[in-house]
């Protein structure tokens, strides 16, 4: 009881406080205008000038959160309220997008292995979980175990995805804090609002690899029990 706790209830928690966090962290930063009032696409424009990147398109994209920065388009997408907002959280999360940018133009080595797991990744995850369910459902027969085998793959690759994934959020976001200070996007008195929303997204990425990394200890503690029969 007390490893099903560990491996599973905990994860569960943990992402469900992350999101949380982010949630509240952004909701409250998004309130509080940038004393230059420099709209998040204009800064995240800067950044990617300042590192000598003009060739991404910055594009507006519908919904909350869903800044993304797509490297096989050369795309840095922002939801409307950051590309057009000023406020202290979507001049973070543009900056932190254009980070993204800055690493694939130098060849930031992780994520060029995030990319190169991206495809893999997006299998695994389409599989996986009616593997393991049929997996489980069929626990006491031969095929059962081969499928809870299938699906212990499709998670560790899913896993190697979510911890190569930590260090790139971390150094792009590392990358988006000090442009904007260095460029003048903000003050340093106004960093601790960026540093709250960026920080309380980077807790969501350390949770989905926890999450990841809980379910494929799990199963493989029940192929080793179904072995040791």
Known sequence: ??????????????????????RSAYAK????PSRGQIRGAEAALAVMQSA?????????VEGELTDHYDPLNKRLALSSDNYHGTSL?????????????????????MMSV???????TQIAS??????????IFLFSTAIGGKLLMIGAIALAVICVFHLVTLPVEF???????????????????????????????????VAAFVSALGSLLHILMQLSGRNDE
């Open 1 to 22: 009881m007390l490893l099903w706790i560990l491996l599973i209830i905990f994860p569960l928690l943990f992402g469900l406080y992350a999101q949380m966090k982010i």
């Open 29 to 32: 930063n998004v309130e509080i």
């Open 52 to 60: 000598g990147i003009n060739d991404v398109e910055i594009v507006e």
């Open 89 to 109: 959280a979507a001049l973070g999360v543009a900056a932190h997008e254009a980070g993204h940018a800055i690493q694939h133009k130098v060849g930031y080595a």
């Open 114 to 120: 995030r990319q190169s797991l991206a495809p893999a």
């Open 126 to 135: 389409g599989v996986a979980n009616i593997v393991l369910i049929a997996g």
């Open 171 to 205: 150094d792009a976001s590392r990358r988006a804090k000090a442009q904007l200070v260095r460029l003048g996007i903000l003050g340093d008195d106004e960093m601790p609002g960026v540093h709250e929303t960026l920080d309380a997204a980077a807790l969501t990425y």
